[in-house]
Nanobody
């Protein structure tokens, strides 16, 4: 069972950068896709970015495309999300998730079976 654990969240000023990390423990060979989602207060959880575990294919939500980079280090079983030019609307709890199905690349939360506890990102104006 893959158990993702996120880290790297915090408070940052608008225009700043953060790098989120997600370390997975246990068996990861069954995970084909890793993704990042976020949930702001009073809003539904939304897709941010996804990557095939081999790192060859990435997909981003329009809201973060061009400002964020998802990457993975297979040797360390770690997923990253580099976020630049942060905006107050990026404030949310960010979750890492793992999926054993390739269709998860479409960004639907229902395709992801393992979730981390989340890390808070707060962007001040």
């Amino acid at each position: 069972q893959v158990q993702p654990v996120e880290s790297g969240g915090g408070l940052v000023q608008a225009g700043g950068s953060l790098r989120l990390s997600c370390a997975s423990s246990g068996r990861t060979f069954s995970s084909l896709v890793m993704g990042w989602f976020r949930q702001a207060p009073g809003k539904e959880r939304e897709f941010v970015a996804a990557i095939t575990w081999g790192g060859r294919t990435t997909y981003y939500a329009d809201a973060v495309a061009g400002r964020s980079t998802i990457s993975s280090d297979n040797a360390k079983n770690t997923l990253y999300l580099q976020m630049n030019s942060l905006k107050p609307e990026d404030t949310a709890v960010y979750y890492c998730a793992a999926s054993g199905v390739i269709r998860a690349m479409r960004g639907s939360a229902t395709d992801f079976s393992s979730w981390g506890q989340g890390t808070q990102v707060t962007v001040s104006s």
